[in-house]
């Protein structure tokens, strides 16, 4: 059946780089979305496209309003969500005190059920449509966000960590038993509807070498598997890493000697990276997940877009929850720019407000390898978008009336945007 949504559209092609970033984008400032069977089969100007929809097909009206593509969140951990705002201590003292105790109680399906139910409205709450989520160590954290995602109709990548050292004995799997307990979520749910699966070491430091052989050969196994771990977030942390693998370059040529490097794979942070670990990056393929909010909370450090960027690594942001402040797609963009500023003890850019959006949408779809799948509009794609009110708020609504181009409206969303400006959230499976 067709559905049809006017309103303001916008959704990006391309990186717009610079201000305006003409060719990057489409807008139809009276747009038309039209959605058959949660896939995207027209878009355009709405006096152009209304006449050719069929007889009766309903028409939703955003005059007003602006609508985008969902966002999407590349680095989230559902079991944290609960661990937001905890106060104090730097990255290895944070997990010991607050996230460690947190994921412990998701042994219970019937806690992490619960859970898994309030991080998905969350997300959607929150205009994001796709997330790539890190589960506990155990498997029925992951079956019940997986649950929680297919009963919305949402895209999500999930997978169980892995971790068998370095870490309390009560979350500690083996590296036979994180091999063959991922193998079989892989199997229950890579590819079921919108759902798929990510083969999830922690991070170097808690997987002993056998283990991070093994999720490298379930990586073999599965190449069209996501593989999604940290980097380089935090100085102790390396140091810790140089300690526990001596023979290896540095810490990304850990998870590249077990075969973790490739494109499908995502690395949280890379603050700490040097130019030969973002080439090689750029030679596998595989992205990084810019977590500023995260990043700024405990204090790791700024990472380098432009150093990233310039070396051809592809880009997606995440709102590492709960490291991160906030399920917000606007505190993250606007934590991004205030990181990428210049003035700072690193390379400076001004990111653009373009740039933010698409590397919350259709940029971190690329890098997720669902370019034309989700993050933008094309005809084609699955139908996830939001619907933002840039009134929502007395100041947004005078800051936005103001607005002299597209780059002005954006910005003053991202700066002064939050959960209150979406006004609607659709997912694809439920049009
Ligand atoms: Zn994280």
Redesign the pocket.
């Known amino acids: 059946m067709h559905q049809a949504f006017r309103g303001s559209i916008l959704h990006f092609l391309d990186d717009p780089g610079q201000l305006g970033g003409a060719g990057a984008y489409e807008y139809f400032e009276d747009g038309l979305l039209v959605v058959e069977d949660g896939h995207v089969t027209g878009l355009g100007p709405a006096p152009e496209l209304l006449p050719r929809l069929p007889r009766g097909a309903p028409v939703a009206d955003y005059s007003g309003r602006l609508i985008l593509p969902g966002f999407v969140d590349a680095?989230?951990?559902c079991v944290?969500t609960d661990v937001i705002g905890s106060y104090g201590s730097r990255l290895l003292e944070w997990l010991e005190n607050h996230t460690y105790p947190a994921e412990r109680a998701f042994a219970d399906p019937a806690h992490a059920r619960a859970v898994a139910g309030v991080f998905v409205e969350e997300l959607l709450r929150n205009g994001t449509t796709t997330a790539l989520v890190?589960g506990s160590v155990h498997a029925a954290s992951v079956d019940a966000v997986f649950e929680a995602g297919q009963a919305q109709g949402m895209r999500l990548i999930a997978g169980k960590l892995m971790m068998d050292r370095n870490c309390p004995e009560y979350l500690r799997d083996t590296a036979e038993a994180g091999y063959a307990e991922s193998k079989l979520l892989i199997r229950r749910w890579h590819g079921r509807g919108r759902m798929q699966y990510a083969i999830s070491p922690r991070f170097a430091p808690s997987s002993t070498p056998a283990q991070l052989a093994a999720a490298g050969r379930l990586a073999r196994e599965h190449p069209d598997a996501y593989v999604h771990t940290?980097v380089a977030?935090n100085e102790e942390e390396v140091a810790w890493v140089r300690r526990l693998f001596p023979e290896r370059r540095s810490y990304l040529d850990v998870y590249d000697h077990y075969g973790l490097l490739r494109r499908r794979t995502l690395l949280?942070?890379g603050i700490w990276l040097d130019d030969d670990d973002r080439a090689r990056l750029a030679a596998t393929g595989a992205a990084l997940v810019h977590?500023p909010c995260?990043n700024l909370f405990i204090g790791s450090g700024l990472f380098d877009l432009r150093r990233t960027l310039d070396a051809g690594v592809a880009v997606a942001l995440?709102t590492?929850v709960g490291?991160?402040t906030s399920f917000s797609p606007f505190h993250t963009m606007l934590a991004a720019y205030y990181v990428g500023r210049e003035g700072h003890t690193k390379t400076g850019m001004s990111l653009t407000p373009g740039q933010l959006w698409w590397q919350h949408t259709a940029g971190a779809a690329q890098a997720l390898g669902l370019a034309g799948v989700v993050g933008n509009l094309r005809p084609g794609a699955e139908a996830d978008f939001v619907v933002l009110n840039p009134q929502a708020t007395p100041l947004l609504a005078r800051k936005t009336a103001q607005a002299n181009s597209l780059d002005e409206l954006l910005f003053a969303l991202i700066v002064l945007g939050d959960d209150r400006v979406i006004e609607r959230t659709v997912v694809s499976q439920a049009v």
């Open positions: 680095h989230v951990h944290q890190m940290h977030e949280a942070h977590c995260c995440g590492d490291g991160g």
